[in-house]
């Protein structure tokens, strides 16, 4: 089973650009689709982007779509997030997940491994 470890989060000003990196453990990275969540304080965990198992798809929120990018390489088992034009509601902790399937799902119930998350703060 995959190891998720995120990294990358911090402190940045509004607009700023900001890059969220999960390094995985294991051999199974490659078989899995993975996924961005974000929780803030006081809501529920939500969908982010999505990525399929060879990179060949993705999907995001339409809260994000065309200020951030999923991405992967699978031949260093990382999974990134590059995003740009920050805003204080992106403010929340960040999680990376994966799933045992080829395509994304936005559903988090269907993600098997979760990392311990990374906080990214959008200051105004």
């Known amino acids: 089973q995959v190891q998720l470890v995120e990294s990358g989060g911090g402190l940045v000003q509004v607009g700023g650009p900001l890059i969220l990196s999960c390094a995985a453990s294991?051999?199974?990275?490659?078989?899995?689709?993975m996924g961005w969540f974000h929780q803030a304080p006081g809501k529920e965990r939500e969908f982010v982007a999505g990525i399929s198992r060879i990179g060949t798809s993705t999907y995001y929120a339409d809260s994000v779509k065309g200020r951030f990018t999923i991405s992967r390489d699978n031949a260093k088992n990382t999974l990134y997030l590059q995003m740009n034009r920050l805003k204080p509601e992106d403010t929340a902790v960040y999680y990376c997940a994966a799933r045992r399937a080829s395509y994304v799902s936005r559903n988090e119930y269907e993600y098997d491994t979760w990392g311990q998350g990374t906080q990214v703060t959008v200051s105004s």
């Open positions: 294991g051999r199974t990275f490659s078989t899995a689709a």
